[in-house]
């Protein structure tokens, strides 16, 4: 598995977490990075995504404002901090990479769980 989610955890409505994903076995700094996450019973969705120049980034709607996604190139990783966390925010998340001339996605993490309560 080339990508390790990481970071997860029980936090209460209000709080923070920070989401790590680090790349091994080959280099993802040409790559487009996303963040997705599933919830009990839903399908899942995207969260947000950064170019491999760190300059370009994407939100879903839900997490404008609250979410950040960041990366560091040089120690292949990247990261989501959340802010402002809410219940609905509960879900497993996964870190994935793309080819920036594609939209499919084809490395995986394995996911890290993130439980907000009210």
């Known amino acids: 598995v080339p990508l390790q989610a990481c970071g997860g955890g029980l936090v209460q409505a209000g709080g923070s977490l920070r989401l790590s994903c680090a790349a091994s076995g080959r280099t993802f700094s040409r790559y487009v990075m996303g963040w997705f996450r599933q919830a009990p019973g839903k399908e899942r969705e995207f969260v947000a995504d950064i170019t491999w120049s760190g300059y370009g980034t994407h939100y879903a709607d839900s997490v404008k404002g609250r979410f950040t996604i960041s990366r560091d190139s040089g120690k292949n990783t990247v990261y989501l901090q959340m802010n402002s966390l809410k219940p609905e925010d509960t879900a497993v998340y996964y870190c994935?990479?793309?080819?920036?001339?594609?939209?499919?996605?084809?490395?995986w993490g394995q996911g890290t769980q993130v439980t907000v309560s009210s």
């Open positions: 994935a990479a793309r080819e920036d001339n594609t939209l499919i996605y084809d490395y």
